[in-house]
């Protein structure tokens, strides 16, 4: 494995490789747009901004610059290249910092799924923060798997199957789902059976476009299921069921606040088994990072700890 990293190392043209005393100036005269507001950037003498950036476009040999009187302007060239130079640049910092961080410390990067993070994560994080005080946890949102290697997360946390490539990952839990919908549109569109609810419209979320179809074959109905309104998360899916505007299939552990106040109620047919559940995944190159491993630990204890009652409407 470290012989073949060392030959795709090799195979890299070293003209193709500028140092990073070459990229940082470039990425700071990007950003400053002159040579002088960059040398009090990075802390130099003008001329050695100005030097670095020539040496750089000549080792490249593309023109980067465009020189106006006192100004530079980047060139098509130097936008595309400046987009690139600061994904490595970040990564480049990052894995520094993963290097640097033992295993009281660091920063952890981690991807969650929008109503996932606000509803579930966000209340217990104060407890893992309080367990680790030297751990930093920076969140982003994504819906849909990504590329670890582009993106630079530490870890991410994953709704569907087993199936990222190169990651290593841990179940969470699965998803269990129950229709619900506002008390004033039930009172409005009486229920009695599951198969009322198909002259009803019924909510759809992009990523579960089969949920409705699957919960009706659970409750012995084939065919064609009812349309609704589409949603890219569950968190404007809910605020829409409570307004009235329709009938959701919601994860049960997301709906339970609602359905405990009133303002959604259980429709029929009882909570039902989803198409996939919640996983927590990581690169698989990056398993060894302490703050991931003691974020993990920290996760599947947690999860460990729930009684399967708890991730059910009451």
């Known amino acids: 494995m470290l012989y073949a990293w060392k030959a795709y190392i090799l195979a890299r043209p070293r003209r193709l490789l500028p140092s990073i005393s070459l990229l940082a100036a470039f990425d700071s005269v990007v950003r400053t747009g002159s040579t002088l507001a960059a040398a009090r950037d990075l802390d130099l003498t003008q001329g050695a901004v100005s030097r670095l950036i020539q040496n750089l476009e000549a080792q490249l040999g593309v023109t980067l610059f465009l020189r106006e009187r006192r100004r530079l ?47 579930w994560l966000a209340p217990r994080l104060p407890r893992f923060l309080a367990a680790h005080p030297g751990i930093t946890i920076n969140l982003g949102t994504r819906l849909r798997p990504f590329d670890f290697e582009e993106e630079g997360f ?78 890219d998360q569950f968190a404007p899916m809910i605020q829409a069921v409570i307004h009235g505007l329709g009938v959701a299939l919601l994860p049960a552990f997301l709906a339970r606040p609602e359905l405990h106040d009133g303002r959604l109620v259980e429709v029929t047919g009882g909570a039902v088994r989803g198409e996939g559940s919640y996983y927590l995944v990581w690169p698989s190159v990056g398993a060894w990072y302490p703050p991931l491993q003691a974020f993990r630990d920290w996760l599947t204890a947690e999860v460990a700890d729930l009684d399967g009652e708890d991730m059910l409407p009451r």
């Open 154 to 231: 530490d870890a991410a946390v994953h709704f569907g199957q087993a199936n990222w490539p190169g990651t290593g990952s841990a179940k969470l839990f699965d998803e269990t789902l129950v229709a619900c919908c506002a008390p004033g549109f039930l009172a409005e569109h009486p229920v009695t059976r599951p198969g009322d609810l198909l002259a009803l419209p019924l909510l759809q979320l992009e990523t579960r476009p089969n949920a409705w179809a699957a919960w009706f074959a659970q409750q012995g109905i084939e065919g064609r299921t009812g349309q609704g309104m589409v949603f």
């Open 73 to 119: 302007i980047p060139t098509d060239h130097a936008l595309a290249y400046a987009r690139d130079v600061v994904k490595a640049l970040d990564l480049i910092s990052r894995g520094s910092m993963r290097v640097r961080s033992g295993a009281g410390g660091g920063t952890l990067s981690l991807a969650i799924l929008p109503t996932f993070g606000t509803r």
